[in-house]
């Protein structure tokens, strides 16, 4: 499978040194993925920034590490991703850092990430999160999560970079995720999610939109597993292509996404 030149950097590096990483404290993966949807939306294309989109799809190579700070709740991370929606840039690099403790029957998790865009920061985008989950071992996995934009602009939406004079802070993102293993080391997984987009987003005629994701995962043991689902989100007129060949085309529309990955 041919990948372009940042694509192949990027896998050289996640290969050289993830395993570096892989002690008691520390876990890495790496994956490749069919499609890299964000919130339902593709990542792999020109959108909204103004460009033309990409007809063909192209895989998406991921990877990074969370490290934990001992039993202290402490955690540090960093994650990798190939896109293409944002004119001169390739890659997305996520990095996050938080406080997990335990509340009752809750898992509570407080943090803080930010998205980048090296070669364009016009993207860059920082949230506040906080997700509590609970686990039975008979019903499954729930997990509750709001993430909130603090930075000027929510992934370029606003244009704040390019000095619209508007700003995508107060983007705020709820979701609801749910997981359980049946057996055979197979793991069904669903997970519906709503972008309430800033006031001044909304003026340019962006909606505020679900997104939604059903699949299931196969542990192929070893640490890898292959994984699919059904992903995409509503109101894909709101953020359709109005003009050029491909007009009509929304990166909110449904695909089936398909990811083969690697846990050191």
Do not use: C
């Not at 996640?14 to 890495?28: E, S």
């Not at 993925?33 to 593709?42: I, L």
């Amino acid at each position: 499978m041919y990948f372009p030149t940042s694509h192949s950097t990027l896998a050289l590096l996640a290969l050289a040194v993830l395993p570096a990483f892989a002690n008691a404290q520390t876990t890495a993966n790496i994956a490749l993925s069919s499609d890299y949807k964000f919130r339902g939306q593709d990542q792999d294309v020109l959108g909204h920034d103004g460009g033309a989109k990409t007809r063909a799809l192209k895989p998406s190579l991921q990877g990074g590490f969370d490290h934990a700070f001992g039993d202290s709740g402490w955690y540090v991370g960093n994650w990798n991703a190939s896109v293409g929606w944002l004119a001169g840039n390739s890659i997305e690099s996520d990095l996050y850092g938080g406080y997990k403790f335990k509340a009752d029957v809750f898992d509570i998790d407080l943090g803080a990430l930010t998205y980048l865009y090296p070669g364009n920061h016009a993207g860059n985008t920082t949230e506040l999160y906080a997700g509590a989950s609970y686990t039975d071992a008979t019903l499954g996995s729930v997990t509750l999560k709001y993430a909130h934009t603090v930075s000027k602009d929510y992934f370029n939406y606003a244009g704040s970079a390019a000095g619209s004079g508007l700003s995508g802070r107060n983007t705020g993102y709820l979701s609801l995720a749910y997981s359980k293993e049946i057996g055979a080391g197979v793991t069904l997984k669903a997970a519906l999610g709503h972008t309430r987009m800033a006031s001044d987003i909304r003026r340019l005629g962006y909606r505020s939109f679900v997104d939604y994701s059903v699949g299931a995962s196969l542990d192929l043991g070893s640490g890898v597993s292959l994984g699919g689902a059904m992903q995409g989100a509503s109101h894909e007129r709101a953020y359709a292509l109005t003009s050029g060949p491909d007009a009509g085309w929304s990166p909110n529309r449904p695909r089936l996404v398909l990811t083969l990955a690697k846990t050191l």
